[in-house]
């Protein structure tokens, strides 16, 4: 008879947004004639830019003819692509990333899943707390962790690094030693962000100790100050322990079309062995790539007018995250994020634990955000908005939330 992977069995019931959706859908069945706005899933809401749609229809009509058709891409993805992302997303900013450590993907979530295949069942794990679940979750998933337990709202054997407004949300380096470190910045969900002194402290660290840093750059694009790295690759010896995840989703509104990409350095070894080479192997054997079509819509991101516009779009989202930002500080809430990331975190009023405030949140403002505590158990007491509504819808929220 055939079994199943027990390891699913220690995933606590249903996934955050599917929780927040039934609430959703009973309020909305309750109250028919209420308008509810969503501040909640970090979708995107604008269109794809007009140079990524051009370059899509482009590619659709190459597919169309048989001197143009192009069938299974390369392993990695095509050259076109990596060496634009070499040059732009890393060299310019003086990293020393070629396009042979570039590896194309449908995007940083399956990445941020997967990479995990080509690491020792044995690796000890540490996530920041709250975390993007899927760091978590896809550990279980294949057998690095003990049980869940409720009460603590975590995973025996994994190392949690807890991130609150006491310690800025950058974690300190966690009392037992990890052999694999997930991190993220700007942060989803805190949108924290972490200095570039402090991001060189967990590279020296992770070289001394030999610990992996998987580091979650998708919100790269959404920094605004000065001197915040974009990339873990600005720091020195970064390339000895680090692997960088980047993703089209939230630059170029990608979400719907997928890709992304992990960066690999050639020189990330352990015990001898290169992980750019393991990687390949595992692309090699279990993927199939990005369509064409869709990496000619990234590659069209780094045309001079694609750059202007997806800019363009960042500061869009940009303005809604300022403006949830100042008119929830102007009205004494606690908050955080929302300057270099599009997410903003605040401490839920009045002593209510994160579900409460969701609940009160949905009835008196009929707006709806996500709890902290989905993310962690050092995420109860927050809250977090995203600004990926339109502006208009974000304008009205915080009048209604103004008005609670
Ligand atoms: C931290 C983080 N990483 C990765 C992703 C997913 O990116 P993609 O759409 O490229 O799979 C998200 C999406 O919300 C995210 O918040």
Redesign the pocket.
């Known amino acids: 008879m055939f079994t199943i992977n027990e390891n699913y069995l220690k995933l606590p019931g249903s996934y955050l947004f599917s929780d927040i959706a039934r609430r959703i859908a009973a309020y909305q069945e309750a109250n028919p004639d209420k308008e509810i706005l969503r501040l909640g899933i ?1 979708d995107v809401t604008q269109p794809l830019a007009p140079a990524i749609i051009e370059a899509l229809h482009g590619a659709v009509e190459e597919m169309a003819h048989a001197d143009t058709f192009h069938g299974y891409a390369p392993d990695r993805g095509y050259d076109f692509l990596r060496t634009v992302i070499a040059k732009k997303d890393f060299q310019k900013r003086g990293c020393s990333i070629e396009a042979d450590e570039i590896f194309i993907s449908d ?4 990445d ?1 899943g997967n990479i995990q295949e080509i690491l020792g069942m044995d690796n000890k794990i540490a996530v920041c707390d709250p975390v ?1 679940p ?1 760091y978590v979750d896809t550990n279980v998933m294949a057998g690095r962790t003990g049980q869940y337990d409720p009460k603590t709202q975590s995973f025996d054997g994994m190392i949690y690094m807890p991130c609150t407004a006491e310690n800025n949300f950058v974690p300190e380096f966690p009392k037992e030693k990890p052999d694999v470190i997930y991190l ?1 910045f700007p942060n ?1 969900p805190t949108g924290g962000t972490i200095t570039k002194p402090q991001l060189q402290e967990w590279v020296d660290y992770a070289n001394k100790n030999g610990i992996l840093i998987i580091y ?1 750059a ?2 790269e694009a959404y920094i605004t100050e000065e001197d915040l790295p974009h990339s873990i690759y600005e720091c020195e010896g970064a390339k000895t322990c680090a692997i960088e ?1 980047r ?4 630059n170029a509104g ?2 719907g079309v ?1 890709l ?1 990409f992990a960066v690999v350095p050639k020189e990330l070894k352990a015990g001898g062995v290169s992980l750019n080479d393991l990687w390949a192997r595992r692309h090699g054997t279990k993927y199939n790539g990005a369509p064409y079509i869709v990496q000619k819509a990234g590659a069209a991101v780094y045309t001079e007018a694609g750059q202007a516009q997806v800019k363009e779009q960042v500061a869009y989202y940009m303005r809604n995250a300022h403006t949830i930002y100042r008119e929830l500080k102007a009205a004494g809430y606690s908050v955080y994020g929302g300057v270099n990331a599009p997410y903003v975190w605040l401490k839920t009023p009045g002593n209510q634990t994160s579900w409460e405030f969701f609940d009160t949140l949905l009835k008196e403002a009929n707006v709806v955000g996500t709890p902290g505590s989905g993310f962690g158990a050092h995420g109860e007491g927050y809250f977090r908005l995203s600004a990926f509504g339109t502006y208009e819808n974000t304008k009205k929220a915080m009048e209604r939330i103004l008005k609670m």
């Open positions: 970090g995007g940083a979530k399956c941020s993007y899927v993220c989803n979650d998708a919100y995840l993703s089209f989703s939230k990608f979400t997928r992304g």
